[in-house]
Structures are given as structure tokens and as C-alpha cells.
């Protein structure tokens, strides 16, 4: 009889992390393959939960994820509309859908703001789901992680090989620019944030070599793709990650070296990149900030409602700064947040900060959870100068990081390894307490 535990469920939301890498690289609204993609994530999460077994959900964890969502909510909830005089502009007293009568919603397009809060509920239930599996099952996810880069990777390549003209149209509902990404800074941010993961994978899986191929082609592909803020962080992440990673590492010092001087040679490149255009011009994100915070202050009681950025944002764009183009996001996922989200959104985000710092500081992390911590870091540092978690590719990594870092398992792995030794047998790592006769 098998008394090995099933594994059905992390195959299950594998499946779920390598199909939002592979066609959720789009930033528009209203893409189907969105949509399958929080259908998919949503009913897998059912089916983990389904299970009468698993780990279980710090409270404060469940909290801020149910909080969250009723934030979103409320907004599409109708409110007299009384209560909105003197808390936003006239020109923003809420939907019109209800038409003559005295209720009114907090967001000025319900529509924008179910999409957002489906999204938002897709990507709660993915990382809950990761939480309830098993600490070797969350590692056991990160093969579906790599094959998403990989592919990701491999398609960067091919375009960046055959021409100038990398555009690919027709073959997902957006228009593919970078990768599998219709924005290549977004591109650019699944590449840096995988690279806290990789040096894990080389330092300690014991595959040094196949891991620094593998440094060495995201750095590559950093400088191709031409994100001056992917290629500065694609750099200090790894240089942060080789010092904080390799620390009580099987790798010798000569390797650590190895890469660093790969790593002298690489800024030489990345500099060269960075100066090579102007870092911020007059119709940039310095203005899209400026713009966004004349915005949160007149709406930030209840903020504008999710999804409603672009709708709002031209009430208080001045008209100078009036293009054929025009401002879809403020490049400043924060400041766009709180502009959609108001004083809520501002108090949760404050706690989920608070959270991590003290999940991280509580007690000694597992080098998995560094790497992850790193990853999430720079994930969250890119989000000040652009939008990366807007869309369900970086979302779901997100929440799969977030995931990594906040579960118990890993802890309570940690103090089983004081009392046991590690053993190989045939290939598979065993655990055998400390005086046990083997």
C-alpha cells in the first residue's frame, strides 16, 4: 500500500502559475484570457479546499485577504447619495446607472470594478490555495515557474533574433511586444524577479552550473529588452542575491567570485543603457505623480473605485499635458491605488508592509523564503515607477512569492532539520532523527 500523500493539488496549481505566465502577459481590460485564468484559479483553489487536510491559514493572513475584497465590494454597493457631498467633486458623485433615484456607487464605473474585483478575487484565492498545500509542494511548484520564464525566455529570444520588429499579432488578444508580455517593462520585471529564484536554484538544489546559464541569459535578456528600470534592478538584485543567498551555501568562494566578476562586466552594459536616454522627460511619470495626488486628495475617503484610473485621471490632467496620447495608469501602482482605493486601500496596504517586514524578522527563514522575500521586494520597488501587478502573469508570481514567504511550513521545517540528519537514498533526500539507527 502507497503511503505516499497525493499530489494531485500541486500539479493542479502548477497548472494554474504556468498558464498565467504564458498568456497573461496583457495589460488591457476585458481579455478572455484573463478570464480563464481567474476561472481556472478560482476553481482550483475550490478543489485545494475541498481537501479535509492541509496547512492551515494564519488568521492574520485571512483577514487582510477578506478586507481586501470587501473594500472592492463596497464600492459597486448603492449608497445615498447624500452621503458623497462634500467627499469628492461634483463631477464624481458616483455611477449614473441608477439613474433618477437618490442611490449612488462609490466608483464611477461599476463595470471596471467588477473586473477588478474578479481579478482580485482570482489572485486571493491562488495564494490561499498555496498556503493550505504542503511546504515540499511549494517548493514543488517553482518547475512550473521556470518552464513559464523559460517560455518566456525562448520567445524574447526568437523575436529579438529574427528582427527590429519583434511585434507579434494575432496569436493572443493583445499584441505581444516582449516575451509573452505586451509591455516590455512588465516583461523585464518577470525577468528580475526570477532571478532571486535561479540563484537559489544554483547555490542550493546543487545545480551551480545550470543555474548561472540560466543567470546568465535573464541578465542577457534584460539589456535586450531595453527597460532602463528592469535593467538597474536586474542588477542589484543579483548582486543582492549572491551576498544574502550564499550565505552558509555549498558553493566556494571562488564561485561566489566568479559571478561577481560577471557581474563588473554586465554593469559596464547596463550603464550604457541606462544613459542612454533621458530617465524622466516633461510628459513622464513625474507629472502622471503630480497629477495623481491632486486626484487622492479630493477623493481620498472613498477614492474613485477600482479600475477607474484612466476615467479620473483626466479631470485633473492640466491642459498642457494634453496629447494625442494619454495616461492609462499612473506609473505608480501606490499612488494609482490609493487614487482608486482611497483611505481603505491605503490602511491595507500599510498592513500587508507590516506583515511582511515582521513575517521576515520573526525568525530564521529558510533560503527559499529569502529568495522569495527578494523577488517581492523588487517586484514592489518596480511598482513606484510603473504598473507590473496589473497584470495576471506578475499577479499570480506575486501571490505565489507572497505565498512562499508567509507559509508556516517552512519554519516548522526548518526546526525539524536540528533534530535530524539529511540522508540520500537512491536520489531522494531523507530526514532521519538524530540517534535513530538507519
Partial sequence: MNDRPSEWDKYLVGSVLFLSLLIGGGTASGLYTDALIEVTAIVSAAAVFSQPFGKRIPASLLWLVIFAVASVAFQIVPLPRAIFGGLRPELLRGDPWLGGTPYRFVSIGVGRTIECLLYLVASAAFFLSVLRLRAEQVQGLLPFFFMGVICNALAAAIQYSLSNEIAIVGLLPFTINAGLFANQNHFSALLFISIPVVVYYGLYRGHLLSGSLGLIMLLLLLLAAGSRAGVLLGLTVTVLSVVFLSTRSKISGLSILAIFIGLLIYSIGAWTKIDADVIDPAFGRGEFARTTIEGIKDNWATGVGFGNFQKAYQIYERESMIFSRFVNHAHNDY????????????????????????????????????????????????????????????????????AIIFHKGFAERLSRKNDVIEIDHNGDKLFVPIGASS
Fill in 335 to 402: 499612488l494609482e491605488i490609493a487614487f482608486e482605493g482611497g483611505t481603505s486601500a491605503i490602511l491595507l496596504m500599510v498592513f500587508y508592509f507590516i506583515s511582511l517586514v515582521a513575517t521576515l524578522a520573526r525568525s530564521r527563514r529558510d533560503p527559499l523564503q529569502k529568495a522569495a522575500f527578494l523577488s517581492v521586494s523588487f517586484l514592489l520597488i518596480h511598482s513606484l515607477v510603473d504598473y507590473p501587478l496589473r497584470t495576471e502573469a506578475l499577479a499570480m508570481t506575486f501571490a505565489y512569492m507572497n
